[in-house]
């Protein structure tokens, strides 16, 4: 092969760099970033803390365990769920946390 042959391969592969660079920004890093935010809202957990699971289910946290939460749903009615399923924690007032 001679230079012009390389540099020519070289001009072809840089739109696929480029896309692969947009690619990345656009939608892994944000990914990444909200599996993170996920992680450490499910860590800090504890017991009391009122959550909504990803099936809409409304309940209050009586016991973590190392691969699952007990919930509180109403009165006696304790139900395991594992830790992935918890969509969001309730703050005080009722309102999503952030």
Not at 3 to 10: D, E, Y
Not at 58 to 69: K, L, N, P
Not at 75 to 85: F, L, P, R
Request: proline content about 2%.
């Amino acid at each position: 092969m001679n230079g012009a042959t390389q540099s020519n391969m070289l001009v072809q592969l840089i739109p696929f760099v480029i896309i692969f660079v947009i690619f990345y920004l656009l939608i892994i890093m944000p990914a990444r970033k909200k599996q993170k935010q996920h992680q450490n809202m499910i860590t800090s957990l504890k017991g009391g803390e009122r959550i909504i699971t990803a099936g809409g289910i409304y309940g209050t946290v009586t016991r973590v365990m190392d691969d699952r939460f007990e919930i509180q749903v109403d009165g006696n009615t304790k139900v395991q769920i594992t830790k992935s399923s918890i969509s969001s924690v309730l703050e005080v007032g009722g309102e999503k946390s952030k």
